[in-house]
């Protein structure tokens, strides 16, 4: 008997129990997919980094020091050094490779090396997170960036030319480096066959380009990088947690489809609690009859109980099914540079599946305690006992002066808050996660970004396509201030007037009593240091003062007002702390630098771009046509705005960042849609006898579509409001953390207001009204006739 | 009299299961302004099918329904929806009202809704009051409908079908849900109307006491108009048995 009232329910409440299949299915495959991505993201470093191999310690040192010691003969005397692995590598520059036969247009950023595969420490793996076993002769392996950003494909032909030898390799394919793989690391390193290798080290000028890279475990890393901080051949040093932070890039992609995730899976389970309690509620005629004709109520419950345990493991299958794919899609967005862990994905998506079916049950089981609450009465009364005191209106038509249409939207509402509250949170959160989103990567692209590298704001920057060292030479201050000067007259001459400047990194050791650590330290020419921005205190004006960010000032436990002392190679010189600035360079090192002190600028680490910085308030078109013509004066340089410079600066992850906002502003469309039309599908499932009762009095079809429309509209637009207001203090909350591993921890928003708060919300707002007056056009098909027939 | 309504050679089919069940065939008859005209007939012989269709709430399959000299299947939804708000009134067996409105806004709805109806809002609302009054429910004004009795919603949904003065008040099984006494209360209160206003009723009903009060009896059984029988106006009450006995005996005559 159970069997058959079953399956005659699931015939005649057919668009409820699809409705609820449907959040049932969604559910399940944004629950198993969220799950899945929030594990392989949450391990995926760690993991990454024990597959390939990453030791506690790098380092990569070029050239050999004045002493005659290595670094690895130092390390390998350490009693705390468990390991101590090396791999050699070939320096070369960009100068020396072309493609294809053509020179390529990427502008310097870092160094390029070649290694062999046959010595490589580490574990590679290429674009399909396969582990590469072989590389043949002719062949190399490179990294993702480099074919992007210069438009090569694999199979592409690279001829490497360093002095003496030449050679000409096919691109195998790109290569998944642990230590070097992240965006915001410049370094390219080419892997060829050893064969291959050993033809390079027949160059004429082996000596100044040999370098080692050094893979050590240790048990006390601390200890190490103090040993090593004054060896002047390491040009690049970090522990496994400095390496891990270079993925911060990828990290906060990934984090934001772990919000994402986190949306989803709240939405599914609001949702689903709604529609259990909801179309339960409406049961209760039949709740009521199998009362009056003596059905127990544990026997009513099992009924139901059966039911939903029928639909939700229905849905799981489904949701199964489709969570696999949707949840790779999600992931593929995080996984360029990272060999994500996905090998138990199947498992978790199964496991979060059943996961989402016992919640449910355990939904219905609670929901179903109110069956004993229903009484004949309900059935025979229709639910209206007239013991329900509740009211339920709190405004009145008669009192105010607003169009019936508009007054039954609003009242709608507010009777029925907690089912309309549903829609409203989710399209919050929605709203929500496109902002944060959306102000995470405009900051993140934002020309004002400039000053969380150590540097000015400026209006044009020409980006070096290779390294100057020609001031990496004693009296090189002297020569960049004279080229600035040059600079300035060619462009005035041009029309253009403006400063002109750059940054000189070094890298100095710093200390302070005990603690002592090395870190980039800058000097601008060009600039004064009171142009720099600070967290703390006033900018260094005097020869012996210095600004610090605060991650120095935390390593040496320095604050304002302490001397800390800097050791160059002409000395060690005492300086006044009296600022701390944050910045994002090398994951907050950094040391400000007065310009007026002299340094000898052979110690130099490497040269900033040029700046140019206009002093004449041109107008945006103006702007335009002086880039042009900047590019027409220095066609050796790459000429870029704030923004685009930027974007340089963060490994060129603007273009990737946009596709992740306009993938996760489209996966809100697509559910708040979803949610809003299943939403209003349940309430004109339940609202059919108020319909046919409103046609039968003499509204039109017109008039009940837009109540229809209008109180989602209100809801949906208050939703927006809520979420644009609470957009900066919970986008703070979010990010500040991803910011602070980056080295800033005082996050200002930089918000396209138009953007971000009015055109992509009034996108979101608009798709989704439409849907939903696309819904409520089933309203033309109830008939007033039908009054009668509607339960 | 002034025919407000005309029914021509009315057909209605429902196809049910690829099954053609004809449900009303070739019905004919009118009816004037102010008269009260009741339709009776066994369960299934086509009453409801026969009140929705001639009030343009459902579709007619053939023949012809003038209303106010419109003919209905000519006029679009939106055009069908007016004269239902304006011109027509409805009253079902089932007292349907808004769940979220008081019971006043429910009787003002239409006439808020109505552009044809020209009084300001507070005109309207004091007319409602009005109407209210007269039906002796202005107590329950204020209050939800789930605050009231079964007779006081159906007499509030009387004055709903009221609000807008309409030609004619369509009435579907009006006292079906309504114990004995609540039953006369609300026909009294239709009666009044009639007399009153010269609002034309149209009513279906199982009941031989609330026909009696109806100048006209059509009588329907399998979708065809058996017979026609006709009362004077009712306005005595103490006619009412007699008016029940002659109209018992005819529908005895027709198999009731």
């Not at chain 1, 160059?568 to 040391?591: C, F, H, L, R």
Request: aromatic content about 8%.
């Amino acid at each position: 008997m159970y069997l058959n009232i079953l399956k005659k329910d699931l015939k005649r409440k057919k668009t409820m129990n699809i409705i609820l299949l449907i959040f049932i299915t969604l559910a399940v495959m944004f629950v198993s997919s969220s799950g899945n991505n929030f594990t392989s993201i949450f391990t995926a470093l760690d993991s990454y980094m024990d597959s390939a191999g990453v030791p506690d310690y790098f380092i990569g040192t070029k050239g050999t020091a004045p002493n005659g010691k290595s670094v690895t003969d130092i390390v390998k005397k350490l009693d705390y050094v468990t390991s101590c692995k090396t791999e050699n590598c070939i320096y070369t520059s960009l100068d020396a490779i072309k493609v294809n036969n053509k020179k390529i247009d990427m502008q310097y950023m870092g160094q390029e090396t070649l290694t062999s595969f046959k010595s490589s420490v580490l574990t590679y793996f290429d674009g399909n997170n396969e582990k590469i076993t072989n590389i043949d002769k002719g062949e190399l392996y490179l990294k993702k960036t480099f074919l992007t950003e210069n438009n090569i494909s694999i199979g592409d032909k690279i001829t490497i030319t360093i002095d003496n030898v030449s050679d000409e390799f096919t691109i195998k394919g790109y290569i998944k480096n642990a230590v070097f793989g992240s965006s915001m690391i410049d370094n390219q390193n080419f892997v060829l066959n050893q064969a291959d290798y050993e033809k390079f080290l027949k160059i004429n000028s082996l000596e100044s380009r040999k370098g080692q890279y050094i893979y050590i475990d240790t048990t006390n890393t601390a200890s190490l990088k103090q040993e090593i901080s004054d060896d002047p051949t390491i040009v690049f040093a970090g522990d496994r947690n400095l390496i891990k932070t270079t993925y911060i890039m990828d990290m906060i992609i990934a984090g934001i489809l772990l919000v994402m995730s986190i949306f989803l899976i709240i939405i599914a389970f609001v949702i689903l609690k709604f529609t259990i309690t909801f179309t339960l509620k409406e049961e209760f005629r039949e709740i009521g009859i199998m009362k009056a004709i003596g059905i127990k109520n544990i026997k009513i419950r099992s009924l139901y109980i059966v039911k939903y345990f029928a639909m939700s493991v229905t849905g799981a299958v489904i949701g199964f099914i489709c969570g696999i794919p949707f949840g790779n899609m999600l992931l593929m967005q995080a996984s360029d540079n990272i060999v994500l862990n996905s090998k138990s994905g199947v498992l978790i998506n199964l496991i979060c599946s059943i996961a989402v079916v016992l919640i449910i049950m355990l939904f219905c089981y609670r929901s179903t305690k109110k069956v004993k609450h229903f009484t004949p009465v309900d059935a025979i009364r229709n639910g209206q006992t007239g013991e329900r005191f509740r009211r339920k209106g709190i405004i009145k038509l008669s009192k105010i002066h607003l169009r019936p249409v508009t007054f039954m939207a609003i009242n709608d509402i507010f009777s029925g808050f907690k089912q309309f509250s549903i829609v409203m949170l989710s399209f919050m959160i929605g709203i929500l996660l496109i902002t944060i989103t959306l102000n995470t990567m405009s900051t993140l692209q934002s020309d004002k970004l400039i000053s969380w590298f150590s540097m000015t704001e400026s209006d044009v920057y020409l980006v070096f396509k290779n390294s100057e060292e020609k001031y990496i030479v004693s009296d090189g201050h002297q020569k960049l201030k004279e080229d600035l000067k040059e600079m300035e007259n060619k462009l005035s001459d041009n029309g253009i007037k403006a400063k002109c400047a750059s940054e000189i990194l070094f890298k100095f050791t710093i200390e302070k009593g005990d603690y002592k650590c090395k870190s980039l330290s800058f000097q601008g020419t060009g600039t004064t240091a009171d142009q720099y921005t600070y967290l703390e205190g006033t900018a260094p004006v005097n020869k012996n003062e210095v600004a610090i960010t605060y991650i120095i000032a935390d390593t040496i436990h320095a604050k304002i007002g302490d001397t800390v002392t800097i050791s160059t190679v002409e000395g060690s010189s005492d300086y006044i702390v009296t600022a701390i600035y944050q910045s994002m360079n090398n994951m907050g090192e950094g040391i400000r630098i007065n310009e007026k002190v002299e340094l000898d600028y052979s110690q130099a680490f490497e040269i900033f771009d040029y700046q140019i910085t206009y002093t004449d308030n041109p107008t945006d078109n103006e702007k335009n046509d002086r880039i042009k013509l900047i590019k027409e004066l220095y066609p050796n340089y790459s000429v870029k705005n704030g923004g685009e410079y930027v974007d340089t600066l963060i490994g060129g992850a603007a273009g990737y960042m946009n596709d992740v906002a306009y993938l996760i502003v489209l996966i809100v469309i697509i559910i708040n849609i979803l949610v809003s039309v299943l939403m209003e599908k349940s309430f004109f499932t339940n609202e059919k006898s108020e319909i046919a009762m409103l046609k039968a009095i003499g509204f039109s079809n017109r008039a009940i579509i837009c109540r229809q429309t209008l109180r989602m509209a209100i809801v949906m637009t208050a939703a927006a409001i809520i979420a644009v207001l609470l957009a900066d203090p919970v986008g703070q909350l979010a990010v500040t953390g991803i910011f602070r591993i980056m080295g800033a921890k005082n996050i200002i928003f930089d918000v396209n207001i138009i953007q971000t708060y009015i055109i992509y919300p009034l996108i979101v707002l608009v798709c989704t009204i439409i849907s939903v007056f696309i819904a409520s056009q089933q309203v033309r098909k109830v008939s007033s006739s039908e009054i009668n027939n509607i339960e | 009299m002034e025919k407000i309504l005309e029914v021509t050679n009315l057909c209605k089919t429902y196809i049910v299961n690829k099954r053609q069940n004809n449900v009303l065939k070739n019905v004919n008859f009118s009816v004037e302004t102010g008269q009260m005209i009741a339709i009776m007939g066994p369960s299934g012989s086509g009453k409801s099918t026969l009140l929705y269709t001639v009030s343009g709430m459902d579709k007619a399959t053939a023949g012809e329904i003038y209303f106010c000299g419109r003919e209905l299947s000519k006029l679009s939804a939106k055009e069908l929806a007016d004269v239902r708000l304006d011109k027509m009134g409805f009253i079902f067996q089932q007292m349907y009202m808004l769940k979220n409105l008081t019971i006043l806004d429910n009787v003002v709805l239409p006439a808020i809704q109505s552009k044809k109806n020209t009084a300001t809002r507070k005109e309207k609302v004091t007319n409602a009051q009005q109407l209210m009054r007269k039906l002796g429910i202005i107590d329950i004004c204020g209050n939800d409908i789930n605050e009231v009795s079964g007779g006081q919603l159906q007499r509030a949904c009387i004055c709903r079908s009221m609000v807008n003065n309409p030609k004619i008040i369509f009435a579907d099984e009006p006292t079906g849900a309504l114990n004995r006494t609540s039953s006369d209360e609300v026909m009294e209160e239709l009666c009044k109307i009639n007399n009153n206003n010269g609002t034309a009723i149209m009513l279906v009903t199982h009941d031989i006491k609330v026909a009696a009060r109806c100048a006209r009896v059509l009588y329907i059984v399998d979708g065809n108009i058996q017979g026609e029988y006709n009362l004077d106006k009712f306005t005595d009450p103490s006619t009412l048995r007699d008016r029940e006995r002659k109209l018992n005996s005819w529908l005895m005559e027709l198999g009731w």
